[in-house]
């Protein structure tokens, strides 16, 4: 619905999620990390990949600082985990994600949009964690999820100085993995969505789920569980289908 706080539309297997508080540049409620982790909890069974993105002209300011509620230490523990849950489901649900950004990318939003899996950029698009100017620190998962595109220097100088960074310099850090025209953000997000849920489903969700978690680990464990990601791919029914397609020359039907 137009007047939805998050408007979810589904053309054939790729579903656009739009944050839709256009007086608060999209800045996250409440509500709207309800409505967003509502979808990821329990997408359509039809859906291979979706699309994120604002409306109005920004992506998501971060944190709702006008709604904001006093908590006590506890609670306010409790809220930030809560935000860890929410972009954990997004970035391991299984389903891939597409950032479409411009204008805002800030605080939360930037956390919000490295919990996904491809980001676009707008000339408009600014990259900014505020949260040093507003006295507080990081709450939705920004010292993992930024921290290790930026690495912990560059991350430090980032919240010591509020410094922004545009949509060229955020594709020269890795914050974005695109750079496009204005406008053109959204049209790049369906043509890369289909592309990705065109894919098997099982490598997809392999890749998302086993390369960050390689991450993490020794050599010698992520190597192995390599092995382990290449024996369940490359047995499943769909890499039979992908060989007998490249042998053919024609294009893979995955189940």
């Known amino acids: 619905?137009?007047?939805?706080?998050?408007?979810?539309?589904?053309d054939g297997?790729?579903?656009?999620?739009?944050?839709?508080?256009?007086?608060?540049?999209?800045?996250?409620c409440d509500?709207?990390?309800?409505?967003?982790?509502?979808?990821?909890?329990?997408?359509?069974?039809?859906?291979?990949?979706?699309?994120?993105?604002?409306?109005?002209?920004?992506?998501?300011?971060?944190?709702?600082?006008g709604e904001h509620v006093a908590r006590d230490a506890e609670a306010t523990m409790r809220h930030s985990r809560h935000w860890h849950q929410v972009m954990d489901r997004i970035q391991y649900g299984g389903l891939p994600v597409v950032s479409a950004m411009f204008g805002a990318v800030i605080g939360g939003g930037l956390e919000l949009a490295t919990a996904t899996h491809v980001r676009i950029a707008e000339p408009t698009s600014i990259f900014q964690l505020p949260e040093g100017r507003r006295g507080i620190y990081v709450g939705g998962g920004a010292s993992v999820r930024v921290g290790r595109i930026l690495g912990a220097d560059r991350m430090i100088e980032m919240m010591l100085t509020g410094r922004k960074y545009n949509a060229d310099e955020g594709l020269a850090l890795g914050l974005a993995h695109y750079s496009v025209g204005k406008g053109e953000a959204l049209a790049l997000a369906k043509k890369l969505a289909r592309r990705i849920a065109a894919n098997a489903p099982l490598s997809n969700y392999i890749m998302i789920q086993a390369l960050s978690r390689i991450e993490d680990m020794a050599k010698a464990d992520g190597l192995f569980t390599e092995s382990l990601c290449a024996a369940l791919t490359q047995t499943s029914p769909d890499a039979m289908e992908g060989l007998a397609a490249f042998l053919e020359k024609r294009a893979p039907s995955f189940g």
């Open 1 to 10: 619905m137009e007047d939805s706080i998050l408007k979810i539309e589904q």
């Open 31 to 65: 509500e709207l990390l309800a409505a967003i982790d509502g979808f990821f909890s329990s997408p359509p069974a039809d859906v291979r990949a979706v699309i994120l993105t604002g409306t109005a002209g920004h992506y998501c300011s971060g944190l709702d600082l």
């Open 13 to 28: 297997d790729i579903a656009t999620l739009t944050m839709n508080r256009p007086a608060k540049r999209n800045a996250m």
